[in-house]
């Protein structure tokens, strides 16, 4: 071979190597149904303004792809008793403005949070941190008001923010310019249209796969998908199940959905209305066929589950039966109950899917009942769902995530007596969320939930339906795996041509 | 005319704050934003604690004499959801709004107008029915589907526009013909009537027996007189664009006020809803008052019988 030859091919390789290199994307855009709220991670917690902001912003802890908590900006930790709690910081990381992140920082970012001053919606996620304090530069001591086993997955969700930029400018400057030490720094926030970000290059972990991420809101989902196969948009949020077939139709997009801990559920009234017979709470739970919902109505975007709970969720059982479909047995629960005809009020509002309401409607009308759909906004949905119990409708549809994948804040929260959604009452089971909730020991924490979930099932307060599927569209050259949890770093996706 | 002048303000005035009070109490009774604001799994003391740190849980009509001394300030206080003054994120979607209603009016006028001057001159023709098919298409389709209709078609099977976005001309074009469609109709019936009323009077006779054509009577004379009807209907179409463009805005992902309002409607953020609604309801009351003093200085038959 000549000496010529080669340098060719070399030449040839080099040129292969610079088009590749010239064809990486350098912006991603991202459909989201709506704004963020606030850029500031410590006031709104909604999925629109959490997708863009947890890019700006590195949490405490993090969980990878199999949804284990792993350290981020927390090197390491462990309890020194069981209200207290030491992290290591990691060294090394710093924010969007090249100053360092340090211990001091990451206590402010807690103290600021639970600071009722700052009026944070997300508070009652970090209420049972009584204090935290840097000790050493990379020493953070935090203590716990009572021993509290879910702290680990509520900072998962703890966005770290720089102490002296935040003191220097100002809570309400801090919203609309916010700095943080995540992979991509906010260029410019065009307010309800969309929020432009730009690689941090001096980012700690990896390098960020685009240069640019736009993200935009556009609240129709048609638009979004009309965007999707057109190329303008490269991932859109919230694809219906129904309109998920139209994007797969399309020879530049595909689906990507995930199961999440997310869970579809039935409220049933224990305090009120026909539905205070626990006999025909039993009956409609038999009368609900929920694999012909899942099938028929979410297209296989969601799966059965037999609990109000589901696999990505520490507590959740397979040990508990859930209830077969059997409208004979039903009818006759219905008879026994003398409850024929009775009417029951069916609250929902335009967030849920109205065809899966009725279809629930006509099964438990079939086995003997009268339901009513009685249709409101959310706000007005919650008002009354979550008041005085005899005002709360016999039945009502919810979809529960408290992004923490804990038990702790999926059924202490509905059913726990004096929660403002538990329309339901039971010493026993009080007994066992609230011991659960205050030992650290996780194989004695799973055996009280598998005890509560078994009297859930036997008085029906509530009716897991299925867990529902995170669906996304996106562009076929976009790799990336959703999470459980609904979150949406760009750090994890990546590009191919 | 200064003291009629007066006498419109001082109503309009009137009809703008009974349009605030009515909006601010149906607003609060109807649930307050601190349920929408929490994670789902707060409990009941931390929901009643944020609603009493943003002020929720003081007795309604304090609540709307702290809003009217803000008010009495030009302070329009801060939304509860953004945390940014409410006036601010209000003023930031107005350009969008005017830029959407002007395309949209451009499109009303520029079609309706001449489809109804053609209309009035072809009577029975095979234009006129098609025209006649354009318009009551234009005003009986709705929006929502109008809209996804073009974006379908323009956008993803033609791909000559884009399917939505707000930063170009461009992303103009669609928006602006969904809007005015309606609009459009309603010129072109408006326009078609008056010309017909018109061209039975003796002055078209007297100018067709004098030699001139058809349309050199409708363009010298006819239209002058046929513009007063077409000139009232124009200023209420203007309050409608602006005002009733929020399902256009939410098709096309358009940021006017429009979506914000049915946003911070369904989110109970209070203080955005109001002022929107003093914008909405100061431009409705306005170009019905200056609508009114236009035909005053331009018909002095109106301004004489004063």
């Avoid at chain 1, 030449?11 to 292969?16: I, K, R, T, Y």
């Avoid at chain 1, 400018?169 to 720094?185: A, C, H, I, R, T």
Wanted: glycine fraction near 6%; charged fraction near 20%.
């Amino acid at each position: 071979m000549s000496a010529r030859f080669i340098s060719i091919a070399a030449a040839l390789v080099m040129l292969n190597a610079s088009t590749a290199l010239a064809q990486t994307k350098d912006t991603l855009t991202i459909d989201l149904p709506g704004d963020a709220a606030t850029l500031d991670p410590h006031l709104q917690w909604n999925t629109d303004s959490y997708s863009i902001y947890r890019n700006i912003f590195d949490n405490l802890l993090t969980r990878d792809v199999k949804g284990e908590i792993v350290p981020q900006i927390a090197s390491s930790w462990k309890y020194l008793d069981d209200k207290t709690i030491e992290f290591q910081i990691r060294e090394g990381v710093t924010f969007q403005d090249g100053s360092k992140l340090t211990a001091e920082d990451v206590a402010f970012s807690i103290n600021r949070i639970i600071d009722p001053k700052l009026k944070s919606p997300q508070l009652s996620q970090f209420d049972q941190i009584a204090k935290a304090e840097a000790t050493s530069p990379t020493i953070v001591k935090m203590t716990t008001k009572s021993p509290y086993p879910a702290l680990l997955a509520q900072l998962v969700k703890l966005s770290i923010v720089p102490k002296a930029y935040v003191e220097k400018v100002g809570d309400q400057e801090f919203n609309l310019k916010p700095l943080g030490s995540g992979p991509y720094k906010l260029v410019n926030w065009q307010k309800g249209v969309q929020s432009e970000l730009e690689a941090y290059s001096g980012y700690w972990r990896v390098k960020p796969p685009f240069q640019h991420v736009v993200f935009r809101s556009v609240p129709d989902v048609s638009t979004r998908i009309a965007d999707l196969k057109t190329g303008k948009a490269d991932l859109i949020r919230d694809v219906p199940p129904d309109q998920a077939e139209s994007v797969k139709g399309d020879s530049n997009s595909q689906i990507l959905s995930v199961p999440t801990e997310r869970v579809g559920y039935l409220f049933l009234n224990a305090q009120a209305g026909a539905t205070k017979d626990v006999r025909v709470r039993q009956a409609i739970a038999y009368a609900i066929d929920s694999k012909a919902l899942v099938e028929a109505l979410l297209e296989g975007y969601g799966a059965p589950v037999n609990v109000v709970g589901a696999k990505p969720v520490f507590g959740y059982t397979e040990k508990v039966q859930g209830y077969a479909y059997d409208p004979e047995k039903a009818k006759e629960l219905i008879k026994a109950a003398g409850a024929e005809g009775a009417k029951v009020e069916f609250l929902t509002s335009p967030a849920y899917s109205r065809a899966t309401i009725e279809a629930i409607q006509q099964m438990v009308n079939d086995v003997g009942l009268n339901v009513e759909i009685s249709s409101s906004d959310q706000a007005t949905f919650l008002k009354r769902r979550q008041g005085d119990p005899a005002n709360a409708g016999g039945l009502a549809f919810g979809a529960w995530s408290c992004a923490c994948q804990d038990a702790d804040g999926i059924i202490f929260p509905l059913f726990r007596t004096g929660s403002i959604w538990a329309k339901y009452s039971n010493g026993k089971y009080d007994a066992l969320v609230d011991k659960a909730r205050i030992i650290l020991d996780q194989d004695e924490r799973l055996k009280l939930y598998e005890q509560a979930y078994e009297i859930l099932r036997e008085d029906v307060p509530g009716l897991g339906l299925y867990q529902a599927y995170a669906v996304y569209g996106a562009n076929k050259k976009l790799k990336w795996q959703p999470t459980a949890n609904e979150a949406m770093f760009v750090t994890d996706m990546s590009w191919q041509q | 005319m200064v003291r009629y002048a007066a006498e419109r303000l001082i109503q309009a005035i009137i009809a703008i704050f009974g349009v605030l009070t009515i909006v601010f109490v149906v607003m609060h009774l109807s649930g307050d934003p601190t349920l929408l604001l929490v994670p789902q799994d707060a409990s009941a003391e931390m929901i009643a604690q944020l609603r009493q740190q943003l002020g929720f849980d003081r007795p309604i009509w304090v609540q709307y004499l702290d809003y009217l001394r803000g008010l009495a300030h030009f302070d329009f206080g801060i939304s509860v959801v953004q945390r940014v003054p409410a006036a601010d994120i209000v003023a930031s979607r107005v350009p969008y709004t005017v830029m959407l209603a002007s395309g949209a009016l451009l499109v009303a006028i520029g079609m309706g107008i001449p489809a109804g001057i053609v209309m009035a001159t072809r009577r029975g023709g095979w234009l006129e029915r098609l025209l006649t098919a354009i318009v009551v298409t234009g005003q009986s389709v709705p929006t929502f589907l109008s809209g996804i209709v073009l974006i379908f078609v323009f956008g993803v099977t033609l791909r000559w526009l884009p399917t939505s976005g707000s930063g170009d001309f461009v992303s103009l074009i669609m928006p602006s013909i969904a809007l005015g469609a309606l609009s459009m109709s309603t010129f072109a019936r408006m326009t078609r009537i008056s010309i017909i009323d018109e061209l039975g009077k003796d002055y078209v006779r007297a100018g067709r027996a004098r030699g001139l054509s058809l349309s050199a009577v409708v363009f010298r004379h006819v239209l002058r007189n046929a513009a007063i009807p077409v000139i009232t209907i124009a200023a209420l179409e203007i309050g409608n664009l602006l005002a009733g463009a929020v399902i256009v805005e939410t098709v096309f992902a358009w940021p006017g006020i429009g979506q914000l309002a049915i946003q911070s409607i369904q989110s109970r953020d209070f203080l955005v809803v109001q002022v929107i609604v003093l914008l909405i309801s100061f431009v409705y009351v306005m170009t019905s008052v200056l609508a009114d003093l236009v035909y005053a200085i331009v018909d002095p038959r109106i301004r004489m019988a004063r």
